[in-house]
């Protein structure tokens, strides 16, 4: 699994990864955005491949970014190992570069914007777990590609 990017790859998806979901982005390497893209179930940090699948068949991604969940002083939390797994998993099936983020106050920040943009019916849906996983693929952008 790669740590630093060799090349800048153009199209990316990223992961908010969670054991009930999992929220998805896609973005770009050219504007260094990205946008919410769908929520993936799971069962006990087992998701669905079929869906993961899908789309990596319909956007065709150069790279692949997960965000890692970690303490606010770095330090691994009950999640982190799942996280990685789910990383490592990624790189085996799909062949493709797999970057890890560290993913601190993603979920947070995405409740608080949906919620200023659409009060509490906006925290519904896997709304968050999307808008986290934006956030991810962002900040990923803005560490990496500076």
């Not at 998701?47 to 699948?53: E, M, R, S």
């Not at 009950?78 to 990624?90: D, E, G, P, S, Y």
């Amino acid at each position: 699994m790669n740590k630093k990017p060799d090349t800048a790859p153009k199209i990316l998806i990223g992961f908010d990864f969670g054991m009930k979901r999992i929220g998805v982005a896609i973005g770009q390497t050219i504007t260094q955005t990205a946008r919410p893209l769908d929520t993936i179930q799971s069962k006990e940090g087992e998701p669905n491949w079929d869906a993961i699948t899908h789309l990596i068949k319909k956007w065709l991604p150069d790279a692949l970014v997960v965000g890692i969940p970690l303490n606010m002083d770095g330090t691994d939390q009950a999640i982190t190992h799942h996280a990685r797994a789910f990383a490592n998993k990624l790189h085996d099936r799909f062949k493709l570069p797999v970057y890890e983020m560290d993913e601190r106050l993603t979920t947070k920040d995405a409740r608080e914007r949906l919620f200023i943009q659409g009060g509490y019916k906006a925290l519904q849906g896997g709304q968050v777990d999307r808008v986290a996983a934006q956030l991810i693929l962002q900040n990923w952008f803005a560490e990496k590609l500076k």
